[in-house]
């Protein structure tokens, strides 16, 4: 059985930072697309950052802002959050599937989701 626990949300004032965590157990992180998604109230799930074999993708909105990064010892997915904005308060996700590059970004090509973790930005 596949589960994904995400971890390290909470309130941030604008321009901090946070470190998000998902841990996963049933699969191994390494021969899966990982990724980050986000679900802002009333507005769709919207991509944040993949991580595949040895190359790494990112949302316009986040680049040079949020790294993704795995821990392949630790069978872990970290989302380093640097300058967080209001605009990036929502509920984050961890996703794993085997999924094609191309669909990387793509919500519905991931198999299994983590139950999401909280993020707000507000001063």
């Known amino acids: 059985q596949v589960e994904l626990v995400e971890s390290g949300g909470g309130l941030v004032q604008p321009g901090g930072s946070l470190r998000l965590s998902c841990v996963v157990s049933?699969?191994?992180?390494?021969?899966?697309?990982m990724a980050w998604f986000r679900q802002a109230p009333g507005k769709e799930r919207e991509f944040v950052a993949a991580?595949?074999?040895?190359?790494?993708y990112h949302a316009d909105s986040v680049k040079g802002r949020f790294t993704i990064s795995r821990d392949n010892a630790k069978n872990t997915v970290h989302l380093q959050m640097n300058y967080l904005r209001p605009e990036d308060t929502a509920v984050y996700y961890c996703?794993?599937?085997?999924?094609?590059?191309?669909?990387?970004?793509?919500?519905?090509?991931?198999?299994?989701w983590g139950q999401g973790t909280q993020i707000t930005v507000s001063s």
């Open positions: 049933g699969l191994t992180v390494i021969g899966y697309g």
């Open positions: 991580i595949k074999g040895g190359s790494t």
């Open positions: 996703a794993a599937g085997r999924v094609i590059t191309s669909s990387l970004t793509t919500a519905s090509a991931y198999n299994w």
